[in-house]
């Protein structure tokens, strides 16, 4: 026998009342993906290539959201807007009006013109009784008081039986199995690895007889620790995956070389290795991707490369020993090599060569040389 049709539907309201609280209580694990300052110059909000990189999520090129202050993107090593370390602050100019709700006048009523607030009227209840006013003349008046009719009664409602549905559990990752490596990416980019999980995750790093299992398992953990904050033991991860894993991967040697680059506990010697590796791979990318990054490592290598030089020049000035004069001009002329490399990539994609031109001509000592 079908159920009466207002039984189906009560049943369906409590199934979905169940599973909007089912996800209502794991909304918190994508606090993370707001985070209130993405700007990579400490703004919450900031023009980025022409577009609005404000607090919230972004969209890589497949149009799966991420945090804001992403860099790249966590399946493809898309670039998203909060990419390079390198934008300038945002401009402020000061003259920028917000409109309050005094400042808009009223429809029809002129803006000089004080607002009136609008006449109060009394309500009154449906179930008060009406009194009548007092004829004219009568000298003591008396209230007439028309009697109400209570609401006709209406019989109970008896309620029909609604089928227990119970609540669907959300998943959760298993504390002590990572044989799927699938279900663990959204934790892991969320930060939200369990100490276990990460545990048997290392286990995989360094057991796993397939390379791509040993890879697979390697950035869950570069991922988590990322999104967790915590360099120091994203940086050992990173160094491990690219020296004993895998370094094929020209995203995560970019991304390392960024990461040396603004003094994350390596050298420059270790920028322009890392530098190198990435643009021996850089055929991985393409379009704007593609000019993007071969333009940041040009800059990452010339850059670091002229600092060891000066580095070299100082220890010489106070020294004035053979050997040091001698890394010195070694490490002038690397400078000068990679500032007009980077140069000359400049000019042809047709991107700004101003840096690069100050550079060449400081590491050459001459312009006919950047010419």
Partial sequence: MRPPTSTRWLALVAALLASGAATSVTWSSFEPAFPPFPCTDGWSSCVVG????????????????????????????????????????????????????????????????????????????????????????????????????????????????????????????????????????????????????????????GSAPQPTTRGKASRLLLSDAEARGDKVEWQRLMKRHLEDIDRSDPNLCLKYAMFLSRGGGGDGWGVIRWSNYALENKQAWSGATYTKYVYQLYRLRAQSATRLWQESEKEFVASRAQDVEAEAAKRRGIAKDYAREWLDYARESAQDATDASNLCVSAAGNAAFCE
């Fill in 50 to 205: 022409g577009a609005i990189l404000a607090p919230g999520s972004v969209k890589d090129l497949e149009g799966r959201p991420h945090a804001a202050d992403m860099r790249v993107g966590f399946w493809e090593f898309d670039p998203l807007p909060a990419l390079s370390p390198f934008e300038p602050l945002s401009s402020y100019d000061g003259r920028r009006q917000v409109l309050r709700p005094a400042d808009h006048p009223i429809a029809g009523q002129d803006a000089a013109t004080p607002r009136q607030p609008p006449p109060v009227v009394a309500a009154t209840p449906k179930s008060a009784p009406k009194i009548a006013e007092p004829e004219r003349g009568s000298a003591t008046p008396v209230a007439m008081i028309e009697p109400v009719a209570p609401p006709p009664s209406r019989p109970a409602a008896i309620a029909e039986p609604v089928a227990e549905i119970e609540a669907p559990t959300p998943p959760t990752e298993s504390s002590a199995d990572c044989n799927d490596l699938v279900a663990l990416e959204s934790p892991a980019m969320m930060g939200q690895l369990s100490p276990q999980s990460r545990s048997c995750l290392e286990g995989r790093v």
